[in-house]
């Protein structure tokens, strides 16, 4: 048996680092034990207010994985967003409009052009498909949902990756906080204020098992 993190997302953040550090590098995780049948997503939750705290730590991560031979596949979604409208080559068109066009009509348009399933995801599996073809990797870190709220929401993102990212482990790091209760089910509350972000098929790293 494993040792259960009690509270570690509330200890201060190098402590947590050590607890991302020894369950991502562990042959548990990266074998996807003890998830029940389940897809192998994991929610890092955290304080919106450290979020340049959690960039370096995820950083971080991901340089002192590779070191133990864990190699670590990290997209960024507000980075990806930008590929995806320079690609289409509106994204100077949309730089233009932010200034002139209502904020709801901009919206729109980029919730559009930036669909989780029709082009999101696609982005994303093909970055996966990439990254096969040549080092591989052995877990994918997304990070960036604080920054593309409210044109891409995490749920759909993690709903449509679902047959997309299920070979290796997923980890979301979420600007909030990912609750889970039997009379409510699972929430993702961005910022720790909206709570209409359902998602339930999805584990509380900081809850894994070392």
């Given at each position: 048996m494993g040792v259960m993190a009690k509270n570690i997302s509330r200890e201060k953040m190098p402590e947590r680092f050590k607890h991302l550090q020894a369950v991502i590098s562990g042959q548990r995780f990266l074998s996807k034990q003890g998830l029940g049948n389940e897809i192998p997503f994991f929610i890092c939750p955290f304080n919106p207010k450290e979020a340049a705290a959690m960039d370096r730590t995820r950083q971080g991560l991901i340089k002192s994985l590779g070191?133990?031979?864990?190699?670590?596949?990290?997209?960024?979604?507000?980075?990806?967003?930008?590929?995806?409208?320079?690609?289409?080559?509106?994204?100077?068109?949309?730089?233009?409009?932010?200034?002139?066009?209502?904020?709801?009509?901009?919206?729109?348009?980029?919730?559009?052009v930036l669909d989780s399933e029709a082009h999101v995801v696609p982005a994303i599996a093909q970055k996966i498909a990439d990254k096969k073809a040549t080092t591989g990797f052995d877990v994918l870190f997304i990070s960036g949902i604080g920054e593309v709220f409210p044109y891409i929401r995490s749920h759909n993102v993690l709903n449509n990756l679902q047959s997309t990212a299920k070979d290796q482990p997923t980890v979301l790091f979420f600007p909030g906080e990912y609750t889970q209760s039997l009379e409510s089910g699972a929430s993702l509350d961005l910022f720790g204020k909206l709570q209409d972000d359902k998602y339930y098929r999805a584990f509380n790293i900081y809850d894994y098992e070392v």
């Open positions: 070191s133990r031979g864990v190699e670590v596949l990290d997209i960024n979604l507000y980075d990806l967003s930008i590929e995806l409208l320079k690609s289409r080559e509106i994204w100077e068109q949309i730089l233009a409009m932010e200034e002139t066009v209502p904020k709801e009509q901009l919206k729109e348009l980029l919730q559009g």
